[in-house]
């Protein structure tokens, strides 16, 4: 039986937050994918995914990276505002330390999606070379917070930040509401199922996206959605059709619906798109075997020597 090598890691930020990074392979492995995961998530999002390669991992051939984005899982924060260019720059802190030579395949779900095509605009010289394919998994590049067509809009929009921060304010409410309804509960599941799934998603599957979001800060949940609803990256995605991508999106997925994907794959040309029938936000979990060969098949391209223009 192969034995998994897997060691944790700590990467810190320019701004002091400190992220907790999971590495499974040997450091010389001839590739490695970099997984970023969605908002209320975990690292622990892509267990499904990072299982079925594990016989590349444990015979050498493969490096799977995964992390906490800040202020999830095991992450910190820095104190600081989160925009998701923030982001972007942590995910380039890891590929710094981490995986600082190539080649490099990146995985990102969600707020991970956007997090991962950030440093395509930011730093556009990594990809091509460490980054030699991207998988784009139900996520968006912009647009989740349209702008507002009417005066009442406008003024909704307006009030949202300081919502927001009475929510924070109020975060022993929130929590002790959440304790009312642990991800065990009907009611927990049934809203899971409603915002997450498809119709095939299994209890289980359910029961532990439930888990996944119940461990989550409430401090996470309001921070981070006006970071999401201000994004806009699609003008930076250039640098992207210089390399293999990916694009994937359930067919009843409500949060970042597939219009959203199917704008992807326009910016993108030679992006490969699927449009997964009968599942909803959380692909890596409904369909982790999809999700994995579709990153199987960027680094196998990745895998392959670069001739010097």
């Known amino acids: 039986m192969s ?16 992220l907790h990074v999971t590495v499974d392979g040997p450091d010389d492995a001839p590739v490695t994918p970099v997984l970023a995961h969605g908002w209320t998530l975990s690292q622990a999002a892509w267990d499904a995914v990072a299982e079925l390669p594990a016989a590349r991992v444990a015979d ?3 490096r799977l990276v995964r992390y906490d984005q800040r202020g999830h899982g095991r992450s910190t924060w820095s104190g600081a505002a989160v925009p998701i260019d923030r982001l972007g720059a942590d995910l380039g802190a890891v590929l710094d330390a981490l995986a600082p030579s190539g080649p490099v395949g990146l995985g990102g779900h969600s707020m991970g999606g956007t997090t991962v095509m950030c440093p395509a605009a930011a730093r556009p010289e990594l990809v091509g070379d460490p980054v030699r394919g991207v998988a784009l998994v139900p996520t968006s590049a912009g647009g989740l917070q349209p702008a507002p067509r009417t005066r009442a809009g406008r003024l909704r929009q307006r009030l949202t930040p300081g919502a927001l921060a ?3 304010a109020g975060g022993r409410v929130a929590e002790a509401l959440r304790r009312r309804l642990p991800p065990e509960h009907p009611r927990r599941a049934a809203v899971v199922r409603d915002q997450l799934h498809g119709p095939d998603a299994t209890d289980e599957t359910v029961r ?8 989550t800060t409430v401090r996470a949940f309001t921070a981070f959605l006006p970071a999401l609803g201000a994004h806009d990256v699609h003008g930076g995605l250039d640098p992207l059709t210089r390399v293999p991508v ?11 619906p597939v219009r959203h994907s199917r704008r992807l794959a326009a910016l993108l040309p030679g992006a490969h798109l699927q449009v997964v029938p009968r599942t909803g936000h959380v692909l890596p979990d409904e369909r982790p075997a999809l999700v994995a060969t579709s990153v199987a098949r960027l680094l196998t391209e990745a ?5 010097a223009a």
């Open 303 to 307: 895998a392959v020597p670069r001739v």
């Open 246 to 256: 990916e694009v994937l999106v359930g067919d009843g997925d409500r949060l970042t």
């Open 166 to 168: 009475s929510a924070l």
């Open 3 to 18: 034995t998994r090598l897997r060691r944790t890691a700590t990467v810190a930020t320019d701004d002091g937050a400190v």
């Open 208 to 215: 532990a996206g439930a888990e996944l979001v119940h461990a």
């Open 60 to 62: 050498g051939r493969l």
